[in-house]
């Protein structure tokens, strides 16, 4: 790694953050504060500017709904450069919307709860930031418990998504076979990210026209959770977000058991930890494909499909070593080939598969640091240096984009930069790998 290109990062970190205490993932074509990223870039900024970390953590949880749920974009300032925006969504058509920030209406992977804890490993000052812990950590409990008293509809332990936008892999191969029972109108409205990129590399016209459908009915019920489980087509189970969930659910029983004092969350987080985990390998675990799928609550049917969130898992620790094994030869089967970088956002393999198409095929930054974490916890170091040579390796090469073409990784003329450049959490994600090592 090389030392200008820390300071590259923490420069790109620094000319995203917004004098609100926020940060944005790029100019232009994300203009707003956005939920998952904001936890990545908070750990970057924990590296070299631990305020700056506070402030972003700060300035999301603040947008909390009286319910407990966190939004996917907090609408700080006026842009006209992203649709949909805060008028589209009309977050205050729910009795429970934040009454401070405009808002979406629709969640992330809620990444708070390691978060805190990872920034908590990385500071000399832990005193101090067990402070700052201490007027945060509630609102991320509080928002655990909104999934599981709302979207956890079979008490499973494990929650839905109601938004192919709330899995944060946005235009996944895995909905096309949702999108085939669904037939919505064709929405008149202008998008806005095919002016800052290329469209090839965004979803469609038509993925859009599916998005905007589920918007609007969750708009029309006021985003209930109840009448959204009754009625939209879309509704999920995905194993990434859960994953992120329970690493998240731990991370605050470790949390509040350092805090003291609150021996009744920790019995809740761990009672759901149990349920999940164990509903995690019985119902999302497809031993057929050696890997963990998406289960579509709709039509009572696994998705069948490989995607790089099938191997989250294994960041959370679900997985026994039976399952981790299988894990690994999956993986290496479809993921860690000679001519392409670690690791593809889906199977190689796949006739799907899309090497340039936003979640269709190229490495994305986080899910490539999650598998690193992943593979490190059950001792896959070979896999682990790999993710993490490649990732730099791409940076370095490439530059510090929102994703990267993942082929014909020997040609070293081919440009697989894509999508949008200087991208925080790509940024934030470097140091965090430069810092780190191989710990966890």
């Known amino acids: 790694m090389s030392k200008p290109l820390i300071e590259k990062a923490q420069k790109i970190l620094l000319n995203n953050h917004q004098k609100g205490g926020f940060t944005i993932p790029t100019e232009k074509l994300y203009p707003f504060q956005w939920m998952w990223d904001s936890g990545f870039i908070a750990l970057g900024f924990a590296h070299f500017d631990l305020e700056k970390a506070k402030s972003e953590i700060n300035s999301i949880l ?58 908590y490993q990385i500071v000399d000052d832990k005193k101090d930031f067990l402070k700052f812990i201490k007027t945060q950590i509630d609102k991320v409990y509080f928002n655990h418990v909104y999934f599981y008293e709302n979207r956890d509809v079979n008490n499973e ?35 806005k990210d095919t002016n800052h990129v290329d469209s090839t ?13 589920l918007l609007e009915i969750a708009k029309n019920y006021k985003y209930d959770d109840k009448k959204i489980t009754e009625f939209s087509p879309f509704l999920v189970l995905d194993p990434l977000f859960n994953s992120i969930l329970l690493k998240s659910n731990q991370s605050l029983i470790n949390l509040y058991s350092i805090i003291g004092g609150e021996e009744k969350k920790i019995e809740f987080l761990e009672n759901k930890q149990s349920l999940g985990i164990n509903s995690l390998n019985k119902k999302l675990y497809d031993s ?21 969130s099938s191997f989250s898992p294994l960041f959370c620790g679900a997985p026994d070593e039976r399952i981790s094994n299988q894990l690994k030869k999956t993986f290496n089967k479809k993921f860690n080939l000679e001519d392409k970088y670690i690791c593809a ?26 598998l690193f974490h992943g ?13 993490k040579k490649d990732s730099i390796d791409l940076i370095e090469n490439e530059g510090f984009y929102e994703y990267f073409d993942p082929t014909n990784k020997n040609d070293k003329n081919k440009k697989r930069a894509c999508g949008s450049n200087n991208f925080s959490w790509t940024a934030a994600l470097y140091l965090d790998f430069y810092k780190r090592g191989t710990k966890n």
């Open 345 to 370: 956002s889906f199977d190689t393999l796949s006739e799907n598969f899309n090497p340039k198409k936003y979640w269709r095929g190229p490495v994305w930054l986080n899910l490539n640091w999650i």
């Open 157 to 191: 332990g494990l929650v839905y998504i109601y938004h192919n936008w709330e899995s944060g892999t946005d235009n996944s191969p895995l909905w096309d076979s949702i999108w085939k029972t669904m037939n919505p109108p064709d929405y008149k409205f202008v998008r």
């Open 375 to 387: 593979f490190n916890r059950y001792g896959f170091i070979d896999i682990s240096q790999k993710i």
């Open 288 to 308: 057929k494909l050696g890997a963990y799928v998406y289960y579509d609550l709709r039509n009572s049917k696994k998705l069948n499909g490989i995607s790089s």
């Open 62 to 119: 603040n947008a909390q709904w009286d319910n407990g749920f966190i939004p996917h974009i907090v609408f700080h300032t006026k842009a006209d450069t992203y649709f949909p925006g805060p008028d589209f969504f009309q977050s205050e058509l729910s009795e429970f919307s934040s009454k401070k920030f405009k808002t979406s209406g629709i969640t992330q992977p809620p990444v708070f709860g390691f978060v805190l804890e990872k920034i």
């Open 201 to 213: 590399q965004r979803p469609t016209k038509r993925e859009y026209d599916h998005y905007i459908h």
